[in-house]
């Protein structure tokens, strides 16, 4: 599979398939194929990739570890630069369909309505990862530095849910809801079980030998 991943091809090929929705949502647009409310369909089509991307970026990780496939790293990166393209159109979807592009009504809206504060909350927080997704960041802020805050991927994961769970709330609909928390949950918790693992003392041979060896002692003194 790495040999796969490294072909000069991967990176090209995976990053058509990551705009394909994209692609998808603006050939409807144009054509009148989003429904009776195209508005309202791309509002919630945008979000939905942004939610689906942050998930493919949390797999990445237990994905690269359980198949042994390092190359997988190669496209964090990118693809935590679509989960913001994503949430980037879903705010603007949003702005132009909903408020007209009227910013005090915007700024007045995100303050009223919780779900509406959380999900630019989660966008708030997904910009700084998407200004330092490139290797300069990561040299000026240091390796460990620049580690630390692409860990808010993991609130932001949290928020993304949030959002989406009062979304759905209006409607009284969960069932998508509880999809995306599942995996959510799984992708966290492999997490906390990879990191308790490691942290884990594990028995040195020498106190595994020493054991034995005065285990043996203590049976030839007793038989003889």
């Given at each position: 599979?790495n040999k796969l991943l490294m072909h000069?091809?991967?990176?090209?090929?995976?990053?058509?398939?990551?705009?394909?929705?994209?692609?998808?949502?603006?050939?409807?647009?144009?054509?009148?194929?989003?429904?009776?409310?195209?508005?309202?369909?791309?509002?919630?089509?945008?979000?939905?990739?942004?939610?689906?991307?942050?998930?493919?970026?949390?797999?990445?990780?237990?994905?690269?570890?359980?198949?042994?496939?390092?190359?997988?790293?190669?496209?964090?990166?990118?693809?935590?630069?679509?989960?913001?393209?994503?949430?980037?159109?879903?705010?603007?979807?949003?702005?132009?369909?909903?408020?007209?592009?009227?910013?005090a009504d915007i700024a007045k809206d995100?303050?009223?309505?919780?779900?509406?504060?959380?999900?630019?909350?989660?966008?708030?927080?997904?910009?700084?990862?998407?200004?330092?997704?490139?290797?300069?960041?990561?040299?000026?802020?240091?390796?460990?530095?620049?580690?630390?805050?692409?860990?808010?991927?993991?609130?932001?994961?949290?928020?993304?849910?949030?959002?989406?769970?009062?979304?759905?709330?209006?409607?009284?609909?969960?069932?998508?809801?509880?999809?995306?928390?599942?995996?959510?949950?799984?992708?966290?918790?492999?997490?906390?079980?990879?990191?308790?693992?490691?942290?884990?003392?594990?028995?040195?041979?020498?106190?595994?030998?020493?054991?034995?060896?005065?285990?043996?002692?203590?049976?030839?003194?007793?038989?003889?």
């Amino acid at each position: 599979m790495n040999k796969l991943l490294m072909h000069p091809a991967a990176k090209p090929v995976i990053f058509l398939l990551c705009l394909l929705p994209f692609a998808r949502l603006a050939y409807g647009a144009f054509t009148g194929g989003l429904g009776a409310n195209p508005a309202e369909f791309l509002i919630r089509a945008t979000g939905d990739w942004t939610l689906r991307f942050i998930c493919i970026v949390l797999a990445v990780t237990p994905l690269r570890v359980m198949a042994k496939a390092n190359a997988l790293a190669r496209f964090r990166r990118m693809l935590g630069l679509f989960a913001y393209f994503y949430v980037v159109l879903h705010l603007l979807c949003y702005s132009w369909f909903d408020m007209g592009f009227e910013w005090a009504d915007i700024a007045k809206d995100i303050a009223k309505r919780p779900f509406i504060l959380v999900g630019f909350s989660a966008f708030v927080l997904l910009t700084p990862l998407a200004a330092t997704s490139f290797n300069r960041a990561i040299k000026a802020m240091g390796a460990k530095r620049w580690q630390m805050l692409h860990k808010l991927v993991y609130p932001i994961a949290g928020l993304g849910l949030l959002h989406f769970f009062w979304m759905r709330a209006g409607k009284n609909d969960f069932a998508e809801v509880f999809v995306y928390a599942a995996i959510i949950v799984v992708l966290l918790g492999w997490r906390v079980w990879n990191y308790a693992s490691k942290r884990r003392p594990k028995p040195s041979a020498g106190v595994r030998g020493g054991s034995r060896n005065s285990s043996e002692k203590s049976l030839r003194s007793s038989t003889g």
